[in-house]
Structures are given as structure tokens and as C-alpha cells.
């Protein structure tokens, strides 16, 4: 395990649709990251968690997404009738609290089109 | 205003040259900063990292942060082809939750 792994790569879906995206920090990672990138643009802060706990959640959560982290370890992002303004790279990563860095290792993204 | 401003670019330099990446913020909360590349329809990957003011060298890459103009720079000696990618600038306060603010992003694209 050397990073940060996110499944499935790219979903199509059609409006209206759910879908779930999953990632799996690097080992011991003990926070987790999710972030939406659209096309130009930084990626933007999504949520995040600290083990199993969701501690935050920006205003670009709407009700429509949800996140969970049930045991610690991987984490899914799911998003309920989707819409078009969705279609983006979802990015998850993780960080170790024991680390003396504060950097953010990033995984390969999910890219979302919602037709 | 964003927090963090950077320059979208398209930059092209030809081969060889020094190129220079620079970002400005306006949150002074900011205490760590970051330079990630990405390449095109992949996640960023962390090219360097500092917590504090002056310059950090790393091989041909040397990050520089100005925290009383609230300004960083990341420059690239001999620029490669291998080096088209787009940079993102990023920051983060100390302590707390940490989340990452981005700047948009600049692309680079370096000639043969």
C-alpha cells in the first residue's frame, strides 16, 4: 500500500442517478479527505474525517451528498440524483496526525459526468 | 475576492529555461504551504512543502515564501518537457482540521 487509492476511476451516470465513489487512505492515515475539482479550478474542500468521525462539511455539501467512514479505514462519498452541475473529479486524501508535516497526499480521483 | 489567487496561464517556456510560479493570499491565518503538480486527468502530487518564510530548494525546484507580502513563489531551473503540467499552489493554517485552500491552478507547458 504506497498511497492513496480511489475507485471507480470514472463513472458515467445519467441525471437523476446515484452514485457511491470509495477511497482507501494510506494505511494508518488516521484523517481523510474529500475534495470536488471542476474543470480549471483548484480542488475545493468537501469534508472531512478524523477516524470514523465526520468533523466538518462545507456549504458545497449539499443534502444530496453523504459521506461515511464506518470503521476508520476507507471511506465512501455518495451522491443522490445526481445532476449535471455534479460532473467533476472527486479527490480523496489522507494525512497522518503523527507526522510532523502537515501535507496531504492526494489519490488518482474520481472523475464524475452526469449526462 | 478569493483567499488564494494564482495565475491560470497557459505559461509556455522552451526547454531549459527558469520558470517562475507565483500565488498571493490574503489570509494571514496561513502558515503552511504547499506546491502540488498535476498532470492532466490525474490527482496532484506534492512537490514541496514549508512552514515558514525564505526559500526551500529540492534538486531543480526551490519554493519561496514571503508571509508580509503574503506572497509564494515556486521556481524551475532547467524546465523540462516532463514538467507540462499544471501547478497548484495550496495552504493551510497550523492546527485545527487543516483544510487545504487551492489556488486555481497554473498550466505550464515547457517546448521541446
Known amino acids: 500500500d504506497t498511497g492513496v487509492s480511489q475507485d471507480p476511476r470514472h463513472k458515467i451516470t445519467k441525471r437523476g442517478q446515484n452514485v457511491t465513489f470509495r477511497c482507501d487512505p494510506i494505511?494508518?492515515?488516521?484523517?481523510l479527505y474529500w475534495y470536488r475539482q471542476t474543470l480549471g479550478q483548484g480542488p475545493e474542500f468537501l469534508t472531512y474525517?478524523?477516524?470514523?468521525?465526520?468533523?466538518?462539511k462545507s456549504r458545497l455539501l449539499s443534502d444530496r451528498f453523504s459521506a461515511e467512514r464506518p470503521k476508520g479505514s476507507f471511506s465512501t462519498l455518495e451522491i443522490q440524483r445526481t445532476e449535471q452541475g455534479d460532473s467533476a473529479m472527486y479527490l480523496c486524501?489522507?494525512?497522518?496526525?503523527?507526522?510532523?508535516?502537515?501535507?496531504?497526499?492526494f489519490g488518482p480521483g474520481t472523475r464524475l459526468t452526469v449526462l | 475576492q478569493k483567499e488564494v489567487e494564482q495565475d491560470p496561464g497557459p505559461l509556455s517556456v522552451p526547454e531549459g529555461a527558469i520558470v517562475s510560479l507565483n500565488c498571493t493570499y490574503s489570509?494571514?491565518?496561513?502558515?503552511?504551504f504547499m506546491w502540488y503538480r498535476q498532470y492532466s486527468r490525474k490527482g496532484p502530487e506534492l512537490l514541496m512543502y514549508?512552514?515558514?518564510?525564505g526559500n526551500k530548494e529540492d534538486g531543480r525546484f526551490t519554493a519561496q515564501v514571503d508571509k508580509s507580502s503574503k506572497y509564494i513563489s515556486l521556481f524551475i531551473r532547467d524546465s523540462q518537457p516532463s514538467d507540462s503540467a499544471t501547478y497548484l499552489c495550496?495552504?493551510?493554517?497550523?492546527?485545527?482540521?487543516?483544510?487545504?485552500?487551492f489556488g486555481t491552478g497554473t498550466k505550464l507547458q515547457v517546448i521541446p
Open positions: 489570509n494571514s491565518a496561513f502558515q503552511y
Open positions: 486524501a489522507s494525512r497522518d496526525l503523527t507526522s510532523r508535516t502537515d501535507t496531504q497526499y
Open positions: 474525517f478524523q477516524n470514523e468521525a465526520q468533523l466538518e
Open positions: 494505511s494508518e492515515h488516521n484523517r
Open positions: 514549508t512552514y515558514s518564510s
Open positions: 495550496a495552504m493551510t493554517p497550523r492546527g485545527g482540521y487543516q483544510k487545504v485552500t
